[in-house]
Nanobody, 131 residues
Framework: QVQLVESGGGSVEAGGSLRLSCAAS????????MAWFRQAPGKEREGVAG??????????KYRDSVKGRFTISRDNAKNEVYLQMNSLKLEDTAMYYC??????????????????????WGQGTQVTVSG
């Protein structure tokens, strides 16, 4: 079992930045699949960014609306995953969740944002962007 704890959320004005952190504990491994999701009131949970160690430096994926603004990264020594969010917009307001999967079937690059693929979830951290 893997436990995930998010932190770093808060209130920020549009155009500002926040850095979310996800601390993982338990049966973790550097090859685990990690992702950030978000859910706004009345909307479905959606994938924001994913990261997979793979071979070499690893792989990352982003939803189109955050490309160029958000960056996902991980520190395997600390068992942490981060989401650097720049140029925040009103529509980025949501609860942000960290998610973990130990294994993957099929092509990760095309299914990374599927919520059912992740077994472990954190409690979430709120991000509120005001204009």
């Amino acid at each position: 079992q893997v436990q995930l704890v998010e932190s770093g959320g808060g209130s920020v004005e549009a155009g500002g930045s926040l850095r979310l952190s996800c601390a993982a504990s338990g049966n973790t491994d550097s090859s685990d699949f990690m992702a950030w999701f978000r859910q706004a009131p009345g909307k479905e949970r959606e994938g924001v960014a994913g990261i997979y160690a793979g071979s070499g430096s690893g792989f990352t994926k982003y939803r189109d609306s955050v490309k160029g603004r958000f960056t996902i990264s991980r520190d395997n020594a600390k068992n942490e995953v981060y989401l650097q969010m720049n140029s925040l917009k009103l529509e980025d307001t949501a609860m942000y969740y960290c998610a973990h999967a130990r294994s993957w079937t099929g092509t990760w690059a095309t299914t990374w944002a599927t919520t059912s693929r992740y077994l472990n979830w954190g409690q979430g951290t709120q991000v509120t962007v005001s204009g």
